[in-house]
């Protein structure tokens, strides 16, 4: 398999706490996603934000790998509810990504609690944008089958 490559551009108009801007992808899978810095810190208001749009890279991605390493185990998924919650806050002289928490619930038969836990754990570890976040902010995982 040959290397992808994805783009997407932001144009911004004005400064930091007054301006806004908008995001587009390369694709055409969404255009003009509107960001400012209320979006960011206060509430969204139809907005986005940066934090928001690796939220849905992290839980898109880890639902991947998580679907491959439950694959692997020999227990293909029926279904992954994944959520990824992107913390974003200050830091001395400036503002940080601190953490991505994922939720995970999943519906997988043949597969006990402790189980479907140790795979998410090892999805988690195969999951490419986990690993372009890792050592740079806290990642977690927390798991459970779906009733």
């Known amino acids: 398999m040959a290397n992808a490559e994805r783009t997407a551009t932001a144009v911004w108009h004005g400064n930091l706490f007054k301006g806004s801007g908008a995001v587009n992808s390369g694709s055409g899978a969404f255009s003009n996603l509107a960001v400012d810095w209320r979006a960011r810190t206060e509430s969204p208001n139809g907005e986005t934000s940066p934090e928001e749009l690796i939220a849905a890279a992290h839980a898109a991605c880890y ?5 491959n390493a439950l ?11 994944v959520t990824a919650k992107v913390e974003f806050g200050p830091k001395e002289g400036g503002f940080e990504i601190k953490s991505s928490h994922l939720t ?3 519906k997988v038969p043949g597969l006990n609690e402790d189980q479907f836990k140790k795979l998410a754990q090892e999805g988690e570890q195969g999951c490419p944008v986990s690993n372009a976040l890792r050592n740079n902010i806290k990642i977690t995982v927390d798991a459970s089958l779906a009733s």
């Open 71 to 81: 694959d692997q185990a020999g227990h293909a998924p029926q279904e992954l509810d």
């Open 63 to 67: 639902a991947m790998a998580f679907s």
């Open 104 to 106: 995970v619930k999943g």
